[in-house]
Structures are given as structure tokens and as C-alpha cells.
């Protein structure tokens, strides 16, 4: 690639980063972002950097080599600031050849445990809170009992406050369906949390509709709890896991049809999150993700939309932090309480059990009468869970047979 080229792509990637990716369904790589050669020319270096680092730090004398020829490099910038780009540059080559020269074992195990610098979430995660987004967490919770929909072959209708919306959430036809199926009938509580981790993220590096953000599959995993190995980095199976995910999110649709004098209706129909760039490393029989960007979909970007639903929610990061093996119970009771305590308002609110597990599909009613000592442990546990990671302050249970029903799709709760 020529230095003229390479500054070009330069340029083009600076107004890449405020607005990384296409309309749903462009070509990513078309249009103001940066080349392919471009992208990866940057992943190869930061592999190779982090090979150099990880072969200085066992004592590779070739490795060290490199090492100090870039500390000079450095330090000689200082007096010759104008050498520095094509010393720099001409050091890069060398790197990559060094890296490449490595043996392919020593090179996957290297790039295996590589870590990627990530940055954490504050202690409150502010969420978009609106029908819509209530909507899709509702439908997570019920993905074990879709069924074929008016607006989707498969998917999850619901109807709030006093029929003045009408939204259906599900997956369209495709050669991936069944598979897409599958992963949220067995990753529900994984994908709860993800809905929290992408507001939550957006929000954090503020964005603005209409902006695809830029995140790596590290930052991914780390946004949604997962935890690092002894090395510093995510296991390949938890990066492959997220990768899933974030194309099984991104593959959702919404139809919604609303009316906001009850009498003439709109429709919105798209994605809930919109996916644009995805980036791949590795060898190209083992291909995995390494990074993606991401917006809500175009509803967010629905000027009247937005004017009649501005509330932004806020629930603890400890959500995110809770085991997803361990605390299913604690993640969708959490996912559920998210929307419910913004709703009102944060003060202390009365709900009744049996509301709580059937909304988020962990027990029906039959099942209560027949194992109620058993879910009032769960929920107990999960009670505790979330009081432990900072979800809740404080609770207090009535057992089963608490009255006062909490009224999911009453004007004020939503």
C-alpha cells in the first residue's frame, strides 16, 4: 500500500469512527469507510504488537531486538520529529514480518490469549425505557413459547395500555431461523443481559441516533460479565458465544402499530438493533469475530417517536455481573424489575410472585400450586442475589400467597 493511500485511509477512517456503518443491508465497507486492506493492516499490527509483548515478557531475544529498536524510535522523535512517521512505519513492516515468521502453533497460541484492552461500564446502566423496549424484554423472556405471528414466522405479539400499541417482535424467514430460534429458546438469560449491555454502552460513549457505535467482541464480553482467564484475555468459546449473540440480537424485528390519540395509527417496522460493520480475524477456515458496530433501530431515530418517549431507565452494572450459569433465576428477575422500578419511579413497590415468575416465564401457575415451596426458595435466592450485587436495596416477601397483583399493562407501569 503507498504512503498516499495509506493516508487516505487515514482520513476516511477518522470519519468512520463517528459513523462507522451503512444502512441495514449496505455493503459496510462501502462509502466513507476505510478499506479492507486498511482494517486488516490495523488488526495485523495489533496482533503482531501483542505477540512482540507476550515473546518479550518469556524472553525471546529477537523479540527484546524489536522492543528496542522502537523505544528508539521513540526517544529519537524527540529531536527528530519528522523521521518518526517513516521510522515508525518501516518499523511496523518489520514487525509483522517477525510475527509472521513465527511458527502457526506459536502464532494461534499467542493470538488465543491475547488481551484486548477493555473499559468498564459505570455502577448505574441507563436503558432506554419505552413499550417497545419493555416489549423486547417481555419476548425474551417468553422465546421457549413463540409461535407463528401475523407480522413474523415466529415471534411474540403483545398489546399495551388500553390497546394503543400493538408490537409484535420475532424473526423473519430465513435459512437461519431455526438456528436463531434455538439460540434464544437456549440463551435467554444471555440475551436479557445483552439488551441491558448495549443501551448501557451506547449510552456510556454517547451516541446519538442515527450513529453506529464501534465495539470489540472483548468489550463485549466484558460488558456482559464474562470473565478473563489467567492471561488477561476472554476464552475463545466466550468470544465465539458473544459472537452469536450479537448476530442473534441484530436479527430481530419489531413491527409496531401505535396511536397516540386513539384514533389514527402508525406502523414502525425494523430491526431493534441495527448491525453494521463485522470483523473477522483469523485463519480463514477459523475465522472469528473481532469487533462490530451497532445502533437501536430506526424507531429510535423516529423524531415523533422519540417526543413522546424520552424516559431513560437506570438499574445497577451488578446485573451484568451475575453468573450466567448460576443466576438465571437473579438475571430475568432483574431484567424484569429493570423496566418495573423506572416505571415507578424507584420507590418501593408491592408485586406480586406469582406476576413476577410467570412474566418471566419461570413458573406458570399450575407449576406454583403444585412446587410453591420450592420457587419460593428460587425466588428467595434470587431475591438475595440481587440485593448482593447492588440490583435492589432491600425486600421483604409475603410468600405465595400475597395479594395485590402488580398489573403489567396498566397506563402508569409503562
Given at each position: ?5 495509506r ?12 459513523n462507522?456503518?451503512?444502512s ?21 499490527m495489533?496482533t ?13 531475544p ?9 523505544l ?27 510475527y ?23 455502577l ?6 419505552d ?17 407463528a405471528?401475523?407480522?413474523f ?11 394503543q ?11 437461519k ?23 448501557a ?31 488477561g ?14 448476530e442473534?440480537?441484530t ?24 448491525r ?32 413522546y ?48 415468575l ?5 413458573a ?10 420450592q ?18 436495596t432491600?425486600?421483604?416477601?409475603d ?16
Open positions: 500500500m503507498s504512503q498516499k493511500q493516508e487516505e485511509d487515514f482520513k476516511r477512517s477518522q470519519a468512520w469512527r463517528a462507522p456503518g451503512p441495514p443491508g449496505v455493503e459496510p465497507l462501502v462509502g466513507g469507510g476505510p478499506s479492507k486492506e486498511f482494517i486488516e493492516g490495523i488488526i495485523r495489533e503482531a504488537h501483542g505477540g512482540l509483548q507476550r515473546r518479550v515478557e518469556e524472553g525471546d529477537n523479540a527484546i531486538a524489536l522492543r528496542d529498536d522502537y528508539q524510535i521513540v526517544k529519537d522523535s524527540f529531536t527528530q520529529p519528522d523521521d518518526f512517521a517513516p521510522r515508525f512505519n518501516e518499523w511496523v513492516g518489520k514487525l509483522i514480518a517477525w509472521e515468521s513465527l511458527s502457526e502453533a506459536v502464532r494461534q497460541e499467542i493470538e488465543r490469549n491475547l488481551p484486548v484492552p477493555t473499559k468498564s461500564l459505570p448505574a446502566l441507563l436503558h432506554k425505557s413499550p417497545i423496549n419493555t416489549a423486547f424484554i417481555l419476548a425474551l423472556f417468553a422465546a421457549p413459547n413463540w409461535t405471528q401475523e407480522a414466522p415466529i415471534g411474540h405479539a403483545l398489546t399495551f395500555q388500553n390497546q400499541y400493538f408490537i409484535s417482535i420475532g424473526l423473519p424467514s430465513s435459512d431461523t431455526e438456528t436463531l430460534l434455538s439460540f434464544f429458546r437456549r440463551r435467554g438469560v444471555l440475551a436479557v443481559k445483552a439488551h441491558y449491555a448495549l443501551w454502552r451506547w449510552y456510556e460513549e454517547g451516541q446519538e441516533p442515527g450513529q453506529y457505535l464501534n465495539v470489540t467482541i472483548d468489550q463485549f464480553c466484558s460488558d456482559l460479565g464474562y470473565k478473563k482467564h489467567v492471561r484475555g476472554f476464552r475463545l468459546e466466550h468470544k465465539q458465544q458473544a459472537g452469536e449473540l450479537f442473534a440480537m436479527s430481530l424485528q419489531l413491527e409496531v402499530s401505535y396511536s397516540l390519540t386513539g384514533k389514527n395509527f402508525r406502523k414502525i417496522q425494523g430491526p431493534i438493533w441495527a453494521g460493520l463485522i470483523v473477522w480475524e483469523g485463519p480463514s477456515d477459523r475465522l472469528r469475530p473481532f469487533a462490530f458496530s451497532y445502533m437501536p433501530g430506526p424507531y429510535y431515530a423516529n423524531e415523533e417517536w422519540r417526543q418517549h424520552k424516559a431513560i431507565g437506570k438499574i445497577s452494572a451488578g446485573l451484568l455481573q451475575l453468573a450466567n450459569d448460576e443466576d438465571e433465576w437473579a438475571i430475568l428477575i432483574g431484567g424484569y424489575l429493570g423496566f418495573i422500578m423506572r416505571a415507578n419511579q424507584y420507590r418501593p413497590r408491592r408485586l406480586l410472585i406469582e406476576t413476577v410467570r412474566q418471566t416465564n419461570l406458570q401457575t399450575t407449576d406454583l400450586r403444585r412446587r410453591a415451596s420457587y419460593q426458595q428460587k425466588f428467595e435466592r434470587a431475591l438475595y442475589r440481587l440485593k448482593e450485587v447492588g440490583v435492589i432491600s425486600y421483604k416477601t410468600g405465595l400467597e400475597a395479594t395485590d397483583c402488580d398489573d403489567l399493562y396498566d397506563r402508569d407501569a409503562l
